[in-house]
Protein backbone atom coordinates (compact mmCIF):
# COMPACT_ATOMS: atom_id res chain seq x y z
CA UNK A 1 0.00 0.00 0.00
CA UNK A 2 1.09 3.19 -0.99
CA UNK A 3 1.86 5.79 2.09
CA UNK A 4 -1.06 8.06 3.11
CA UNK A 5 0.90 10.47 4.87
CA UNK A 6 0.00 14.27 3.34
CA UNK A 7 -4.09 12.75 1.93
CA UNK A 8 -7.43 13.01 2.96
CA UNK A 9 -9.45 10.19 4.25
CA UNK A 10 -13.50 10.94 3.74
CA UNK A 11 -16.16 9.19 5.90
CA UNK A 12 -19.71 9.00 5.95
CA UNK A 13 -20.71 9.67 9.30
CA UNK A 14 -24.51 8.26 9.47
CA UNK A 15 -27.09 9.55 12.38
CA UNK A 16 -29.94 7.65 13.01
CA UNK A 17 -33.04 10.30 14.33
CA UNK A 18 -35.03 8.81 16.87
CA UNK A 19 -38.01 10.20 18.74
CA UNK A 20 -38.00 14.11 18.86
CA UNK A 21 -37.39 15.40 22.56
CA UNK A 22 -38.01 19.01 22.42
CA UNK A 23 -38.94 22.00 20.47
CA UNK A 24 -37.48 25.17 21.72
CA UNK A 25 -37.32 28.86 19.96
CA UNK A 26 -35.89 28.02 16.02
CA UNK A 27 -34.83 24.39 16.75
CA UNK A 28 -35.79 21.01 17.02
CA UNK A 29 -33.85 18.65 19.26
CA UNK A 30 -34.25 14.55 18.57
CA UNK A 31 -32.48 11.14 20.23
CA UNK A 32 -30.07 10.00 17.86
CA UNK A 33 -27.40 7.13 16.86
CA UNK A 34 -24.32 7.71 15.80
CA UNK A 35 -23.31 4.31 12.89
CA UNK A 36 -21.61 2.28 13.27
CA UNK A 37 -20.68 2.55 17.30
CA UNK A 38 -24.77 2.76 18.22
CA UNK A 39 -23.02 5.88 20.12
CA UNK A 40 -26.20 7.98 21.47
CA UNK A 41 -26.86 11.51 20.47
CA UNK A 42 -28.37 14.69 20.67
CA UNK A 43 -29.69 16.02 16.86
CA UNK A 44 -30.65 19.61 17.07
CA UNK A 45 -31.84 21.09 13.79
CA UNK A 46 -32.93 24.35 13.35
CA UNK A 47 -35.43 23.53 11.26
CA UNK A 48 -37.50 26.90 11.83
CA UNK A 49 -34.96 29.84 10.86
CA UNK A 50 -36.05 29.70 6.74
CA UNK A 51 -39.49 30.15 7.53
CA UNK A 52 -38.66 33.09 10.08
CA UNK A 53 -35.80 34.46 7.03
CA UNK A 54 -32.67 33.50 8.24
CA UNK A 55 -30.15 34.67 5.84
CA UNK A 56 -26.39 32.45 5.07
CA UNK A 57 -24.26 34.38 7.09
CA UNK A 58 -26.39 33.08 10.51
CA UNK A 59 -25.81 29.43 9.05
CA UNK A 60 -22.11 30.07 8.93
CA UNK A 61 -21.84 31.60 12.51
CA UNK A 62 -23.85 28.59 13.65
CA UNK A 63 -20.90 26.29 11.83
CA UNK A 64 -18.41 28.09 12.91
CA UNK A 65 -20.02 27.72 16.55
CA UNK A 66 -19.98 24.11 16.24
CA UNK A 67 -16.74 24.21 15.32
CA UNK A 68 -15.03 26.27 18.12
CA UNK A 69 -17.52 24.02 20.70
CA UNK A 70 -16.22 20.86 19.69
CA UNK A 71 -12.89 21.61 21.04
CA UNK A 72 -14.46 21.90 24.48
CA UNK A 73 -13.50 18.58 26.76
CA UNK A 74 -13.85 19.08 30.57
CA UNK A 75 -15.95 16.98 33.72
CA UNK A 76 -19.80 18.21 33.12
CA UNK A 77 -19.85 19.15 29.33
CA UNK A 78 -21.73 17.23 26.75
CA UNK A 79 -19.61 17.53 23.85
CA UNK A 80 -20.34 19.06 20.61
CA UNK A 81 -19.16 16.45 17.73
CA UNK A 82 -20.35 16.61 14.38
CA UNK A 83 -22.15 19.32 12.16
CA UNK A 84 -24.03 19.17 8.94
CA UNK A 85 -27.15 20.90 6.74
CA UNK A 86 -30.49 19.21 5.31
CA UNK A 87 -32.45 20.79 2.39
CA UNK A 88 -31.82 24.13 1.40
CA UNK A 89 -28.56 24.62 4.30
CA UNK A 90 -31.33 23.70 6.98
CA UNK A 91 -27.86 23.33 9.82
CA UNK A 92 -28.11 20.43 12.53
CA UNK A 93 -25.74 20.07 15.11
CA UNK A 94 -24.71 16.69 16.69
CA UNK A 95 -23.80 16.48 20.74
CA UNK A 96 -23.39 14.11 23.23
CA UNK A 97 -26.57 13.13 24.76
CA UNK A 98 -26.92 12.09 28.51
CA UNK A 99 -29.69 10.43 29.92
CA UNK A 100 -30.44 12.79 32.75
CA UNK A 101 -33.35 15.36 32.17
CA UNK A 102 -33.20 18.93 31.68
CA UNK A 103 -33.42 21.55 34.96
CA UNK A 104 -36.71 22.95 33.55
CA UNK A 105 -38.62 19.70 33.46
CA UNK A 106 -36.98 19.15 37.76
CA UNK A 107 -38.11 22.82 38.08
CA UNK A 108 -41.90 22.00 36.91
CA UNK A 109 -41.62 18.91 39.45
CA UNK A 110 -40.16 20.87 42.47
CA UNK A 111 -41.55 24.66 41.64
CA UNK A 112 -38.59 25.93 43.93
CA UNK A 113 -35.50 24.60 45.58
CA UNK A 114 -34.29 25.72 48.94
CA UNK A 115 -31.08 28.05 48.45
CA UNK A 116 -28.79 25.11 49.95
CA UNK A 117 -29.87 22.82 46.62
CA UNK A 118 -29.56 25.93 44.37
CA UNK A 119 -26.08 27.22 45.41
CA UNK A 120 -25.13 23.52 45.34
CA UNK A 121 -26.17 23.54 41.23
CA UNK A 122 -24.76 27.26 40.87
CA UNK A 123 -21.15 25.81 42.12
CA UNK A 124 -21.39 22.68 40.13
CA UNK A 125 -22.55 25.21 36.84
CA UNK A 126 -19.62 27.58 37.44
CA UNK A 127 -16.92 24.76 37.53
CA UNK A 128 -18.05 23.75 34.24
CA UNK A 129 -17.95 27.19 33.03
CA UNK A 130 -14.84 27.49 34.00
CA UNK A 131 -13.04 25.66 31.73
CA UNK A 132 -15.43 27.39 28.83
CA UNK A 133 -14.44 30.14 29.52
CA UNK A 134 -10.87 29.80 30.22
CA UNK A 135 -10.66 28.91 26.17
CA UNK A 136 -12.51 32.08 25.66
CA UNK A 137 -15.88 29.89 24.87
CA UNK A 138 -18.88 31.75 26.56
CA UNK A 139 -22.12 29.53 26.51
CA UNK A 140 -24.11 32.31 24.97
CA UNK A 141 -27.72 30.77 25.72
CA UNK A 142 -27.36 29.79 28.89
CA UNK A 143 -30.76 28.58 30.11
CA UNK A 144 -32.31 25.34 32.50
CA UNK A 145 -33.43 24.02 29.29
CA UNK A 146 -29.42 23.33 28.37
CA UNK A 147 -28.77 22.05 31.97
CA UNK A 148 -29.67 18.63 32.45
CA UNK A 149 -29.66 16.57 35.98
CA UNK A 150 -30.11 12.96 37.17
CA UNK A 151 -32.22 12.53 40.01
CA UNK A 152 -31.76 15.04 42.77
CA UNK A 153 -27.79 15.19 41.58
CA UNK A 154 -27.63 19.03 41.07
CA UNK A 155 -24.37 19.17 42.25
CA UNK A 156 -23.36 16.38 39.16
CA UNK A 157 -25.50 18.42 36.99
CA UNK A 158 -24.20 18.73 33.16
CA UNK A 159 -24.07 21.16 30.49
CA UNK A 160 -24.95 21.17 27.04
CA UNK A 161 -26.19 23.78 23.58
CA UNK A 162 -22.69 26.18 23.59
CA UNK A 163 -22.20 28.95 21.35
CA UNK A 164 -25.67 27.69 19.72
CA UNK A 165 -28.19 30.51 21.26
CA UNK A 166 -28.96 33.58 19.01
CA UNK A 167 -28.09 36.71 19.72
CA UNK A 168 -30.87 39.70 20.35
CA UNK A 169 -28.73 41.22 16.63
CA UNK A 170 -29.34 37.62 14.65
CA UNK A 171 -32.95 37.78 15.44
CA UNK A 172 -33.73 40.97 14.50
CA UNK A 173 -32.15 40.20 11.13
CA UNK A 174 -34.83 37.99 10.52
CA UNK A 175 -38.16 39.51 9.18
CA UNK A 176 -40.83 36.88 10.36
CA UNK A 177 -39.08 36.12 13.76
CA UNK A 178 -41.22 36.44 16.58
CA UNK A 179 -39.13 37.53 19.81
CA UNK A 180 -40.71 35.27 22.67
CA UNK A 181 -39.77 34.76 25.53
CA UNK A 182 -37.99 31.06 24.95
CA UNK A 183 -36.08 32.97 21.99
CA UNK A 184 -34.59 35.81 24.54
CA UNK A 185 -34.80 35.24 28.40
CA UNK A 186 -31.11 33.94 28.35
CA UNK A 187 -30.24 37.13 26.99
CA UNK A 188 -28.54 39.64 29.51
CA UNK A 189 -29.62 43.26 29.31
CA UNK A 190 -26.55 44.63 27.84
CA UNK A 191 -27.76 43.05 24.35
CA UNK A 192 -30.85 45.41 24.81
CA UNK A 193 -29.81 48.68 25.33
CA UNK A 194 -29.21 49.59 21.86
CA UNK A 195 -29.14 53.30 22.79
CA UNK A 196 -25.71 53.02 24.78
CA UNK A 197 -22.68 54.19 23.09
CA UNK A 198 -20.26 51.79 21.77
CA UNK A 199 -17.84 50.99 23.71
CA UNK A 200 -19.38 52.00 26.87
CA UNK A 201 -19.05 48.23 27.73
CA UNK A 202 -18.39 44.98 26.63
CA UNK A 203 -20.42 43.39 24.63
CA UNK A 204 -21.55 45.99 22.29
CA UNK A 205 -25.53 46.22 21.97
CA UNK A 206 -27.21 42.70 20.48
CA UNK A 207 -23.44 41.65 19.67
CA UNK A 208 -21.63 38.70 20.93
CA UNK A 209 -21.57 36.32 23.85
CA UNK A 210 -19.31 37.20 27.00
CA UNK A 211 -18.42 35.85 30.36
CA UNK A 212 -20.32 38.16 31.94
CA UNK A 213 -23.47 37.16 29.76
CA UNK A 214 -22.98 33.85 31.31
CA UNK A 215 -22.46 35.57 34.87
CA UNK A 216 -26.02 36.79 34.27
CA UNK A 217 -27.86 33.81 33.38
CA UNK A 218 -26.26 31.65 36.37
CA UNK A 219 -27.93 34.48 38.24
CA UNK A 220 -31.54 33.83 35.82
CA UNK A 221 -31.22 30.54 36.77
CA UNK A 222 -30.66 30.73 40.70
CA UNK A 223 -33.56 33.23 40.81
CA UNK A 224 -35.84 30.91 39.23
CA UNK A 225 -34.83 28.30 40.94
CA UNK A 226 -35.73 29.79 43.86
CA UNK A 227 -39.36 31.81 43.56
CA UNK A 228 -40.49 29.96 40.52
CA UNK A 229 -40.46 32.88 38.16
CA UNK A 230 -37.80 34.30 36.05
CA UNK A 231 -36.72 37.92 37.24
CA UNK A 232 -37.90 39.67 34.07
CA UNK A 233 -39.97 37.21 31.93
CA UNK A 234 -42.48 36.06 33.83
CA UNK A 235 -45.03 35.64 31.56
CA UNK A 236 -44.64 32.51 29.07
CA UNK A 237 -46.39 34.01 25.90
CA UNK A 238 -45.04 37.69 25.53
CA UNK A 239 -41.67 38.90 26.18
CA UNK A 240 -43.00 42.58 25.28
CA UNK A 241 -43.10 44.18 28.61
CA UNK A 242 -40.26 41.88 29.86
CA UNK A 243 -38.00 43.82 26.90
CA UNK A 244 -39.57 47.13 28.54
CA UNK A 245 -38.63 46.21 32.21
CA UNK A 246 -34.45 44.89 31.24
CA UNK A 247 -34.15 48.29 29.58
CA UNK A 248 -34.51 50.33 32.08
CA UNK A 249 -35.25 48.37 36.07
CA UNK A 250 -33.86 46.49 37.99
CA UNK A 251 -34.87 42.57 38.71
CA UNK A 252 -37.30 42.68 41.27
CA UNK A 253 -35.76 42.00 45.08
CA UNK A 254 -35.59 38.30 46.44
CA UNK A 255 -35.73 39.74 49.92
CA UNK A 256 -39.03 41.31 49.26
CA UNK A 257 -39.99 37.69 47.82
CA UNK A 258 -39.01 36.13 51.59
CA UNK A 259 -35.60 34.75 50.38
CA UNK A 260 -33.10 35.67 52.60
CA UNK A 261 -31.09 39.13 52.31
CA UNK A 262 -27.91 37.57 51.84
CA UNK A 263 -29.03 35.43 48.96
CA UNK A 264 -30.74 38.03 47.58
CA UNK A 265 -27.83 40.43 47.34
CA UNK A 266 -25.52 37.42 46.00
CA UNK A 267 -28.20 36.77 43.19
CA UNK A 268 -28.91 41.17 42.72
CA UNK A 269 -25.34 41.55 42.26
CA UNK A 270 -24.79 38.50 39.39
CA UNK A 271 -28.15 40.19 37.35
CA UNK A 272 -26.78 43.35 37.59
CA UNK A 273 -28.08 45.38 34.37
CA UNK A 274 -24.08 46.66 34.17
CA UNK A 275 -21.85 43.74 33.02
CA UNK A 276 -18.80 45.84 34.79
CA UNK A 277 -21.17 45.48 38.30
CA UNK A 278 -21.85 42.11 38.17
CA UNK A 279 -19.80 39.60 40.03
CA UNK A 280 -16.10 39.33 38.27
CA UNK A 281 -16.72 35.55 37.20
CA UNK A 282 -18.86 32.61 37.70
CA UNK A 283 -16.49 31.30 40.47
CA UNK A 284 -17.04 33.98 42.46
CA UNK A 285 -20.73 34.36 42.30
CA UNK A 286 -21.13 30.32 43.42
CA UNK A 287 -18.75 31.36 46.23
CA UNK A 288 -20.79 34.22 47.58
CA UNK A 289 -23.91 32.51 47.18
CA UNK A 290 -22.63 29.35 49.09
CA UNK A 291 -21.10 31.37 52.09
CA UNK A 292 -24.59 32.77 52.17
CA UNK A 293 -26.62 30.17 52.43
CA UNK A 294 -24.06 28.70 55.76
CA UNK A 295 -25.26 28.79 59.23
CA UNK A 296 -23.26 31.90 60.70
CA UNK A 297 -21.46 29.48 63.12
CA UNK A 298 -20.16 27.47 60.15
CA UNK A 299 -19.17 30.50 57.51
CA UNK A 300 -15.57 30.97 57.02
CA UNK A 301 -13.54 33.79 57.59
CA UNK A 302 -12.27 33.47 53.77
CA UNK A 303 -15.79 32.47 52.46
CA UNK A 304 -16.43 35.54 49.72
CA UNK A 305 -19.48 37.18 51.36
CA UNK A 306 -21.96 39.94 49.18
CA UNK A 307 -21.16 43.65 49.58
CA UNK A 308 -24.15 44.14 51.58
CA UNK A 309 -24.04 41.49 54.21
CA UNK A 310 -20.02 41.58 54.66
CA UNK A 311 -20.19 45.55 55.51
CA UNK A 312 -23.16 45.01 57.99
CA UNK A 313 -21.24 42.22 59.65
CA UNK A 314 -18.22 44.28 59.65
CA UNK A 315 -20.08 46.97 61.21
CA UNK A 316 -21.61 45.24 64.01
CA UNK A 317 -17.86 43.44 64.68
CA UNK A 318 -16.68 46.87 64.52
CA UNK A 319 -19.52 48.02 67.15
CA UNK A 320 -18.76 45.13 69.63
CA UNK A 321 -15.45 45.59 69.54
CA UNK A 322 -15.87 49.21 70.58
CA UNK A 323 -18.36 48.81 73.26
CA UNK A 324 -16.05 46.60 74.97
CA UNK A 325 -13.21 48.28 74.55
CA UNK A 326 -14.57 51.50 75.34
CA UNK A 327 -15.72 51.63 79.73
CA UNK A 328 -18.80 52.50 80.35
CA UNK A 329 -19.52 55.38 82.85
CA UNK A 330 -21.78 55.10 85.50
CA UNK A 331 -25.47 56.76 85.30
CA UNK A 332 -25.79 59.78 86.58
CA UNK A 333 -29.00 61.09 88.80
CA UNK A 334 -30.34 64.33 88.06
CA UNK A 335 -29.84 67.26 90.18
CA UNK A 336 -33.21 68.67 92.09
CA UNK A 337 -34.11 71.25 89.38
CA UNK A 338 -32.53 70.19 86.53
CA UNK A 339 -34.42 68.23 83.32
CA UNK A 340 -34.02 65.19 83.03
CA UNK A 341 -32.79 63.90 79.59
CA UNK A 342 -35.23 62.93 77.01
CA UNK A 343 -35.61 59.40 76.52
CA UNK A 344 -34.66 58.12 73.04
CA UNK A 345 -37.81 57.41 70.91
CA UNK A 346 -38.42 53.60 70.15
CA UNK A 347 -36.92 52.12 67.27
CA UNK A 348 -40.27 51.57 65.28
CA UNK A 349 -41.37 48.35 65.04
CA UNK A 350 -41.42 46.62 61.80
CA UNK A 351 -44.53 43.60 60.91
CA UNK A 352 -43.65 40.25 61.14
CA UNK A 353 -43.97 37.75 58.37
CA UNK A 354 -45.91 35.64 59.94
CA UNK A 355 -48.32 37.63 60.56
CA UNK A 356 -48.75 39.38 57.37
CA UNK A 357 -49.11 35.71 55.85
CA UNK A 358 -51.86 34.60 58.64
CA UNK A 359 -53.55 38.63 57.36
CA UNK A 360 -53.60 37.44 53.57
CA UNK A 361 -54.55 34.07 54.17
CA UNK A 362 -57.95 35.30 56.86
CA UNK A 363 -58.73 37.54 53.74
CA UNK A 364 -58.24 34.38 50.90
CA UNK A 365 -60.53 32.82 53.34
CA UNK A 366 -63.18 35.42 53.61
CA UNK A 367 -63.77 35.76 49.91
CA UNK A 368 -63.77 32.14 49.25
CA UNK A 369 -66.46 31.71 51.79
CA UNK A 370 -68.59 34.52 50.08
CA UNK A 371 -68.10 33.52 46.61
CA UNK A 372 -69.31 29.95 47.44
CA UNK A 373 -72.04 31.71 49.21
CA UNK A 374 -73.26 33.65 46.25
CA UNK A 375 -72.41 30.54 43.31
CA UNK A 376 -75.23 29.08 45.76
CA UNK A 377 -77.34 31.53 46.18
CA UNK A 378 -77.49 31.63 42.13
CA UNK A 379 -78.22 27.56 41.97
CA UNK A 380 -80.92 27.93 45.10
CA UNK A 381 -82.61 30.58 42.49
CA UNK A 382 -81.85 28.91 39.05
CA UNK A 383 -81.03 31.89 37.68
CA UNK A 384 -77.33 30.42 36.61
CA UNK A 385 -76.80 30.97 33.39
CA UNK A 386 -75.85 27.98 30.98
CA UNK A 387 -72.18 28.57 29.33
CA UNK A 388 -72.03 30.01 26.01
CA UNK A 389 -71.94 27.80 23.14
CA UNK A 390 -68.67 27.75 20.65
CA UNK A 391 -69.91 28.51 16.92
CA UNK A 392 -67.42 25.66 16.20
CA UNK A 393 -64.97 23.45 17.64
CA UNK A 394 -61.70 25.30 16.24
CA UNK A 395 -63.07 28.23 17.19
CA UNK A 396 -62.17 30.05 20.51
CA UNK A 397 -60.95 33.33 21.99
CA UNK A 398 -57.92 35.60 23.37
CA UNK A 399 -58.65 37.00 26.89
CA UNK A 400 -56.44 38.15 28.96
CA UNK A 401 -55.89 34.80 30.92
CA UNK A 402 -54.88 33.81 27.67
CA UNK A 403 -55.13 30.91 25.75
CA UNK A 404 -53.01 27.76 25.41
CA UNK A 405 -52.73 25.99 22.22
CA UNK A 406 -51.36 22.73 21.90
CA UNK A 407 -51.27 19.70 19.61
CA UNK A 408 -50.55 16.15 18.99
CA UNK A 409 -48.23 15.06 18.17
CA UNK A 410 -46.21 18.42 20.03
CA UNK A 411 -43.66 20.63 18.20
CA UNK A 412 -46.19 22.17 15.39
CA UNK A 413 -44.65 25.72 14.53
CA UNK A 414 -47.63 27.91 14.92
CA UNK A 415 -47.59 30.63 11.92
CA UNK A 416 -50.02 34.07 12.51
CA UNK A 417 -51.13 34.77 8.84
CA UNK A 418 -51.22 38.32 7.69
CA UNK A 419 -52.46 39.03 4.40
CA UNK A 420 -50.18 37.17 2.47
CA UNK A 421 -47.28 36.91 5.17
CA UNK A 422 -47.16 34.58 7.58
CA UNK A 423 -45.17 35.57 11.01
CA UNK A 424 -44.06 32.62 12.99
CA UNK A 425 -44.82 32.62 16.59
CA UNK A 426 -43.74 29.50 18.32
CA UNK A 427 -44.28 25.95 18.49
CA UNK A 428 -46.75 23.93 20.40
CA UNK A 429 -47.43 23.90 22.94
CA UNK A 430 -47.52 27.92 22.97
CA UNK A 431 -49.76 30.36 25.03
CA UNK A 432 -51.32 33.18 23.10
CA UNK A 433 -52.22 35.41 26.01
CA UNK A 434 -49.79 38.65 25.00
CA UNK A 435 -48.64 37.25 21.29
CA UNK A 436 -52.13 38.48 19.95
CA UNK A 437 -53.10 41.03 22.31
CA UNK A 438 -55.21 43.46 20.15
CA UNK A 439 -56.93 41.70 17.83
CA UNK A 440 -60.14 40.96 17.59
CA UNK A 441 -60.03 37.79 15.09
CA UNK A 442 -56.77 36.19 14.49
CA UNK A 443 -56.04 33.54 12.14
CA UNK A 444 -53.37 30.59 12.74
CA UNK A 445 -51.57 27.74 11.14
CA UNK A 446 -49.78 24.88 12.51
CA UNK A 447 -47.31 23.58 9.94
CA UNK A 448 -45.19 20.00 10.97
CA UNK A 449 -42.43 18.26 8.37
CA UNK A 450 -44.97 14.94 7.36
CA UNK A 451 -48.09 16.37 8.45
CA UNK A 452 -51.34 18.52 7.12
CA UNK A 453 -51.08 22.11 7.57
CA UNK A 454 -54.15 23.36 10.26
CA UNK A 455 -55.92 26.42 10.30
CA UNK A 456 -58.01 27.42 13.32
CA UNK A 457 -59.84 31.21 13.81
CA UNK A 458 -59.03 32.68 17.15
CA UNK A 459 -61.99 35.25 17.91
CA UNK A 460 -61.96 37.44 20.83
CA UNK A 461 -65.86 36.70 21.85
CA UNK A 462 -65.72 33.48 23.52
CA UNK A 463 -64.40 32.12 26.72
CA UNK A 464 -60.55 31.18 26.27
CA UNK A 465 -59.78 27.34 26.51
CA UNK A 466 -56.98 24.81 26.46
CA UNK A 467 -56.80 23.86 22.63
CA UNK A 468 -55.77 20.32 21.97
CA UNK A 469 -55.49 20.46 17.80
CA UNK A 470 -54.90 16.66 16.13
CA UNK A 471 -52.42 16.84 13.21
CA UNK A 472 -53.04 14.48 10.60
CA UNK A 473 -50.50 12.58 8.77
CA UNK A 474 -49.61 13.67 5.01
CA UNK A 475 -51.43 10.39 4.18
CA UNK A 476 -54.67 10.44 6.04
CA UNK A 477 -57.42 12.67 4.29
CA UNK A 478 -57.93 16.17 6.27
CA UNK A 479 -61.91 15.99 7.28
CA UNK A 480 -62.26 18.99 10.14
Known sequence: MENLQGGTLALEHRYHVQQRVSCFSFATTYNGLQEPFERPVF??????????????????????????ASSL????????????????????????????KPLSDYLETHATLPPQNVAALITRLSSVLAA?????IPHGSLSARWVFVQGDELAQATLGHFQLGLTLRELLAMPSAVLGPEAVSALPPEMFDVARTPGQDDPRPGDGFS???????LGAIAYFALVGVHPYFDDPGDASEGILRIKSEDAPDLSELGIDKAVSAAVARALSRNPRQRWPDAAAFARALEAATLPPAKASKNDVLPVAAASASKSSRSSSAEELATPKEPA?????????PERAAAP?????????????????????????????????NGTTEPPAQLEAPLTTSILPSGVQLSSEPP????????????????????????????????????????????RVVLKSDHAGQDLLLPLLPLTAKKDH
Open 411 to 454: GAQIFLLDGTTANLLGTTPYSLNGALRGRERAQLELRMHGFENF
Open 43 to 68: ITVFDALHEAGAKRDLYDRLKQAAQR
Open 332 to 340: RTPEPGEAR
Open 73 to 100: DAPGILRTIDYGELDEGVPFVIWERTDA
Open 132 to 136: AHEAN
Open 211 to 217: PAADVYA
Open 348 to 380: PIEPNGYLLAAAIAVLLISNLIWFFAFVQQHDQ
